[in-house]
């Protein structure tokens, strides 16, 4: 496998071979030690000397059930530390067949221009993308497939990318090309954008594909895995029959669905844009309910959603999203809400930051809560390159800031995501305390307060969260390294031998004799590279916090986050 | 003396006696130390939580010459830190008449509703200022002197402040009743505005005044310090005869006057923005040159600018001002940055936040450099509450955020000021390290790289800067805590014996026995006050830098900043 290097200074691509100590790193892992060590953590991150890598995972692709997660990684413009972004699509699978380990975006060109990266066989190599400039992310997709097929795959940012927007995202295109699978948070669009990059078009005809040493030993734990995450009740039947959307009523029930900029913990309307809702609303519209974001993977969360009139409105309709717009903005119309996620991905920026910009704005009376058609205004005048779209576009803190709102939901100034830190204590530590910022999927411990998975730990009371997410954690920052999505974590948790199978995977496939010992060490080493980053940005304890007003209680139960600081600092004793 | 604490969600004033260790401080010492006492570090700089305490210096109200310093003390919504800002003007010498050592405003009305603070020999009371709300500072002066009297001291906010903007200053009138003298760094006046404070009137008539314990002692210290205030050639005759401005001349002949944006050292057109054409212009219409801020000013480096027709147009026109709409904005129309400065006065904006931050606009394409109606335009937005005029209001490094620009010249998000610290070394020491953000008055070292005041220490070279630097800082600390102008530091720097009247001065008024070593401890113990309330706020050394765009060379001495890191921080060892 090989390391190429995009010059964008020089407009020069050169290939390296892969470093020893590089070796058993890949996706997140991989992205944070190169950020790490080839970043200046001082630098700003629009500027030529932050750089973007790209990584697919260990496992990607290989035959490894659901192992399509693509890790993107960057000094980020909207939290100023360090950010690992991953996304499903096609992208992280092509990569890998075509031996490529990891991509490293550096340097700025000299004069305002796009370019195309172009990835085959043959190559990388950087070609004009002047036709693409101003284009949104479907029409990028269908252009570029056009051009090279309908095989290829395509990342992409839009005109939040362009305009360098903080919530730009990157698009990574579904099995079908449609841009719905996105590098979300951190801004990565931005940067991408600020190194003159537009899109860039994956061809893996007549790639070599993965080298795996042991292919039985390898089907075999493969095979074994896919069961257990197949068997799971929430891996196996809640995600293929509902999507993430299944959530809304499961968190409504536990009064953590945020509603109305984070007031309230339960949303009134909340079965009118529930999982449940979405699930028979696509059927009757003979959309599809159970959709792979990625070839190979047994879960199948995604869903392809149709508007009234049967035709295709958006696809990869999350929780997340429909949380952010639906209940945090008292929004109970699912389909304009389908809308503004389309619109998102379209015009590429994150659903999760806009679905808390967009709260905050009515915070500060720009539009008010529960009008859907002035959101959908917003967003558009993202596109449009308006002083308002580019506030919006700039998330949740900066529009709390140019509109003077105090309550604003974030913390190093990334959105809160869809759960309420009150309500769910254990994900309220892992705002607090990821390198990432405000990032739910960083530790995700809605399993054990909630779900109950991997055990029950009280979400309302303070004992056992810091462990549990520090815990999740170390474990998280290392599936985010084997290009596993996130959700076979289900399966880990709850059943003993999952994670063994994993680790039989990567032996088999790299011909090691790796323990689960090991990949626990992985995951620490991780985000201790992380954290040493974010320091050297000028980050310190007090940065590790949540905003005053969740000292506020929140209802149905009267939580309030009571998590002693110190305790929120002991997440990182490892 | 009194202490007056103002609650806002009460609606209630009390007052208390003043504790013991808070005897001997006044002014910035006095207000860092309340501060760092009482709002949390983590607070919302516009939420309940946070504090503005109001305290003029220990000799203000006296006739210690110019002695007429106001310190706010509040968290920045700025910056997140600390901040201490200072203005002239007639508040302080008012305040302290009345017997008022310091006035905490905390707590936030539970209405959206504007109140006015009436300070009497009477007391403190809150009144309604429906009348004032949406008025800008020159309106809102004229009508509470026609109400109150011509005599009263006014404080207020313009509709940056109502509406929360983060460069949001804090206007004190003149003696004649202009609003032309400004706490103006740091978002003072988003702060009083989310406080529901519009304006405050502080009438003295009869006041108490202050006890000056030994009035013969004082006298003639008083006389003495005079003396050499007047017969130093910077403040007694440079900045009397051509006020700050005559910085223009000096620091382009050094190479050191950022234009276009801090791309180069020298402005083509600096002559005609210079201290000297100032003065020769005001005298040729009839304005005055030579005018103080404040009753018993020696130095009077205030003046009063007329335009075409002779009319009043401005007054306060300092160096820093038209450095930041002229040389950084590569305007050389003198009269469209006079109406610049009563724009920013009249608005309540910082006039240096809004020279960077136009010249960031500019380098963002908002509009083209030199553009000067363009530019007043701009700042017109800002009193319309449009989208842009809230994003230009936010100052230079948010406006550099929403249009997507690298090169932003702000140190902890507050606008470097009129001298650049490539050729001015000393000053990038201060830039970099003061708890403030980049302010020039924390430790203006352009007196000894520039003026050869205080010695000289070559401006382009690394050596010496950093002592400098932590000298100048811990000095100017203690003297903003006095009242006394900064400017009575060249004759402190340069005249052995001025620092002894000072602390004569002192002795006499409270009967103590203070030696000049007791006033460098009291800067000491400042300056780490407040960098501790800044740790506790999330910052740490690596906040403590220059923009990476430093190093690139600036001409015409292809200077850098390379003061190394490690250096920067030893500003800290003390």
Redesign the interface.
């Known amino acids: 496998m090989k390391i190429y290097r995009v010059n964008m200074t020089e407009g020069k691509v050169t290939s390296e071979e892969v470093k020893e100590q590089y070796a058993m790193l890949g996706g997140r892992g991989l992205t944070s030690q190169i950020v790490a060590e080839e970043v ?5 991150p ?2 030529a ?1 932050n750089k973007m890598v790209i990584s697919p995972g260990l496992l990607s692709g290989t035959n490894a059930p659901s192992s399509g997660r693509l890790s993107i990684g960057f000094k980020s ?1 909207l939290t100023g530390g360090i950010k690992e972004s991953n996304a499903g699509g096609t992208a992280a699978q092509k990569l890998a067949k075509l031996g490529i380990k990891a991509i490293i975006i550096e340097g700025k060109p000299k004069e305002d221009k796009y370019y195309l990266l172009k990835i085959s066989n043959d190559g990388i190599e950087l070609d004009s993308a002047d036709d693409l400039v101003g284009k949104k992310n479907y029409d990028i997709s269908e252009s570029l497939r056009k051009k090279f097929g309908d095989k290829v795959g395509v990342m992409s940012i839009g005109p939040a990318g362009e ?4 919530a730009a995202s990157v698009a990574v295109i579904d099995p079908e090309g449609r841009p719905v699978r996105h590098c979300g948070r951190g801004g990565g669009g ?1 940067v991408l954008g ?1 190194k003159g990059i537009k899109a860039i078009v994956i061809d893996d005809s007549d790639a070599p594909g993965v080298l795996v040493h042991d292919k039985g030993k390898f089907k075999e734990a493969a095979k074994d895995f896919s069961k257990m995450l197949t068997s799971h009740p929430v891996s196996g039947q809640g995600l293929p029959m509902y999507g993430t959307a299944v959530l809304i009523n499961i968190l409504n029930e536990a009064g953590g669905l945020p509603t109305r900029n984070f007031r309230h913990g339960r949303f009134e309307f909340a079965e009118k844009i529930s999982g449940e809702m979405v699930h028979d609303t696509i059927e009757e519209r003979k959309g599809n309910p159970t959709h792979g974001c990625h070839a190979g993977c047994v879960i199948r969360c995604s869903q392809v959603y149709h508007d009234k009139e049967g035709k295709y409105l958006t696809a990869g309709f999350e929780y997340e999203t429909i949380w952010g717009f639906g209940a945090n903005c008292e929004i109970d119309d699912i389909d304009a809400i389908a809308k503004m996620d389309f619109l998102c991905d379209d015009i590429g920026v994150d659903t999760i930051e806009m679905g808390v910009t967009l709260g905050v704005a009515m915070e500060g009376g720009v539009i008010d809560f529960g009008d859907s058609a002035g959101a959908i205004k917003l967003l558009e005048q993202i596109s449009q390159g ?3 779209g ?2 919006i576009g ?1 998330g949740a803190g ?1 529009t709390g ?4 709102v ?1 309550r ?1 939901p974030t913390v190093k100034n990334q959105g809160i995501p869809a759960y309420d830190p009150r309500a769910v204590k254990g994900i309220g530590v892992t705002y607090a305390t990821t390198p990432m910022g405000a990032d739910h999927t960083a530790g995700y411990s809605v399993t054990a307060n909630i779900l109950k998975v991997g055990g029950l730990i009280d979400p309302l009371k303070t004992e056992g969260q810091v462990e549990l997410s520090r815990n999740l954690q170390i474990a998280t920052a290392a599936v985010d390294s084997t290009g596993l999505c996130l959700f076979v974590a289900f399966a880990v948790l709850d059943e003993p031998k999952a994670l063994e199978r994993i680790v039989d995977m990567l032996n088999a496939q790299y011909n090691l004799k790796l323990t689960t010992d090991d990949v626990t060490e992985l995951g620490k080493s991780i985000l201790k590279t992380e954290r040493r980053f974010n ?6 304890d ?2 590790d ?1 949540l ?3 969740f000292e506020e209680e929140l209802e149905p139960h009267g939580a309030v986050f009571d998590i002693p600081h110190q305790e929120l600092d002991q997440v990182w004793d490892f």
Chains 1, 2 share one sequence.
């Open positions: 200046d953590p001082l630098c700003h629009l500027g000397k413009p305009y360098r927007l903080t931005a600020s308006t002083d308002l580019r506030i700039n900066f800031k140019a509109f003077g105090t604003i320091k050297n940005a000028g980050f310190n007090a940065d916090r905003p005053e007003f």
